[in-house]
């Protein structure tokens, strides 16, 4: 859909988006403000040359005050220059002073000054449609909605041709208003004699989206779309406002729209969208297929596609939309060079997935790319390079040390240098000893190294900083299980991390555990059976494999571990366990 330009408010919203906008409509204004005084008005002069003013025919005193304004509007003195407009429409009362005393008092960022000399301005010529516009825009901008509705129900009458764009464009005007309600009310009020126009429903259904009132905004929708069966932005608003409670409702409604009107590419972009949210992704492929034939080079379709067809494996065709679309015009192009990378890399193709890794820009998928090329780099036996890499990174963004600094650790650890990693974290809690993410790192290396005294105090720290942190409660409880002490107060803290988040996989397995160590074989087998089926994980299938060994079920804890050591072959404590009963 084209966006929609407003014309008869226009100035009016970007009055209530910045001040500097307070700037009269037509530039020969404000050069024959000080001119016009006292002259009578009979034909216009001649309008002066761009770099001059006229001060012909008026009095010395307000041809000096003129000048002396400008002048200390040239050095910056916007404050006295304003006053000194302000001054000569008070005494004039000459719409052009107005006018110029306007501009400069929004210049200097005045918008009190500013509403009053649009009130005498309004009192001078009330049939003025910029005074009518700069006054409007103030009062918007200073949340002084009350008794605006009738103003603007004028503003808009005046131009018939250009109502219905200026109804969708209505709410655009108050975008800075803190008070929703209020702006419901105005809105609803300014649009209650235009009910016979969809614009006029869509406005309001706009207002009360925007102030939680759903239900209404959803009949507005709707309305706005029974007068206008084919109003693409109409059928995507109800879309929106159903998607927040039913994606399912959201995408039967735009399916029944695009069964009247199929050659709606944003309904049909959008119920793609949707669809993909839903994990509908053969759906939502055939629609962004279509799409594609229509679209070839449009990036909202292209990358799209080009990330369902990883979703659904096919590689090829990933790798080729991502490479077209490096060839359209983005803005950004980190997310196709980070995907390219992830390619390459799980083609087994390194040197390439560097070169795409190394491509991508600041964004969302920078530390992801920096983190998998130094995984890349330590794979291939240069750890000293990979480390260089991540410490690199950490010095041109600040802001992402941390993460960079614990993936330098895990670095290491993996590498099974445990010490040195965590020597690595402790040097970074000496610089932020009360960094979450560092505390809780840090009192998982200490328990691979048995040093439980620094596990309970970095995780009670960490209690104590973020008493809602379902991770602490749980590292801390699984701790006390796994080493089979203080099960009591184990099985408590792993409880009160499933009060936190009670579909976690990790704690739900750490509930299992806690109960194994108890003696609840039943209990631990039906935790750690859901914990395997919400997280596919080396250890859960470890610890499920000896409860069910432990109930006689034998071939079938054999069947798990071996399963899972097929996806992960060199994880510790699966592969301990399938020694101790797999033999």
Request: hydrophobic letters at 45%; proline letters at 5%.
């Amino acid at each position: 859909m084209k966006p929609i330009t407003p014309r008869v408010l226009c100035t009016a919203l970007a009055l209530a988006c910045s001040v500097p906008a307070l700037a009269v409509e037509d530039a020969t204004v404000a050069r024959q403000a000080a001119s016009s005084a006292r002259q009578p008005r009979k034909a216009p002069p001649l309008a002066p040359q761009p770099d001059e003013k006229d001060y012909s025919g008026l009095s010395g005193q307000v041809v000096y005050q003129a000048l002396l304004a400008e002048v200390a509007l040239q050095r910056g003195q916007g404050e006295f220059a304003s006053d000194a407009y302000a001054d000569l429409a008070r005494r004039t009362r000459d719409p052009a002073i107005i006018a110029r005393a306007v501009e400069v008092a929004g210049q200097a960022r005045r918008v009190e000054l500013v509403l009053a000399l649009a009130r005498l301005w309004i009192e001078v010529e009330p049939d003025s449609k910029r005074a009518q516009q700069v006054l409007v825009g103030v009062q918007i901008m200073t949340n002084q909605l009350d008794g605006l509705a009738p103003q603007l129900i004028s503003m808009l009458q005046k131009d018939p041709a250009a109502l219905p764009a200026n109804l969708v464009a209505l709410n655009r005007m108050f975008a800075r208003s803190t008070d929703r309600q209020a702006v419901l009310a105005l809105v609803s009020a300014v649009c209650a004699p235009f009910y016979g126009l969809a614009e006029a429903h869509y406005a309001v259904a706009i207002a009360a989206s925007a102030a939680g009132q759903q239900a209404r905004a959803l009949t507005e929708a709707r309305q706005a779309l029974e007068l206008r069966s084919d109003w693409e932005a109409a059928a995507l608003l109800e879309a929106q406002i159903l998607a927040q409670k039913s994606p399912a409702a959201a995408i039967s409604a735009l399916q029944g729209f695009l069964a009247r009107q199929p050659k709606s590419p944003d309904a049909q972009l959008q119920l793609a969208r949707l669809l993909v949210s839903e994990k509908r992704y053969s759906e939502a492929r055939r629609h962004f297929d279509q799409l594609l034939l229509s679209y070839p080079n449009n990036p909202d379709v292209v990358f799209p596609v080009a990330l369902l067809a990883l979703q659904e494996n096919d590689v090829a065709l990933a790798e080729k939309q991502l490479k077209h679309l490096l060839t359209l015009e983005l803005q950004n192009r980190s997310a196709p060079y980070y995907y390219l990378g992830q390619i390459a890399e799980d083609g087994k193709r390194p040197d390439e997935a560097l070169a795409y890794y190394g491509q991508v820009g600041p964004g969302e998928q920078y530390l992801p790319a920096q983190l998998r090329s130094a995984g890349i780099v330590a794979r291939s036996g240069k750890l000293d390079e990979a480390r260089s890499l991540l410490q690199q990174a950490a010095a041109s963004r600040p802001e992402l040390r941390v993460q960079l600094v614990i993936a330098e650790a895990a670095l290491l650890r993996e590498a099974k240098q445990t010490e040195a990693a965590l020597a690595i974290l402790e040097r970074e809690l000496q610089r932020q000893p009360q960094q979450p993410e560092l505390l809780y790192e840090s009192a998982l290396l200490s328990e691979r190294l048995g040093r439980m005294e620094v596990v309970e105090t970095r995780l009670r720290k960490l209690i104590e900083l973020q008493p809602n942190s379902a991770q602490a409660y749980n590292a801390l409880g699984y701790s006390y299980a796994d080493r089979n002490i203080r099960l009591v107060e184990a099985r408590q803290l792993i409880e009160k991390a499933l009060q936190l988040a009670p579909d976690d996989g990790y704690i739900l397995d750490s509930m299992g555990w806690v109960l194994y160590r108890q003696g609840d074989l039943e209990g631990a087998l039906a935790y750690l059976q859901r914990a395997l089926a919400q997280r596919h994980d080396a250890e859960i299938a470890a610890h499920l494999g000896e409860v069910l060994w432990t109930l006689g079920r034998k071939h079938e804890a054999q069947r798990i571990m071996l399963e899972a050591q097929k996806k992960d072959p060199s994880h510790e404590a699966l592969n301990e366990a399938i020694r101790k009963f797999s033999p």
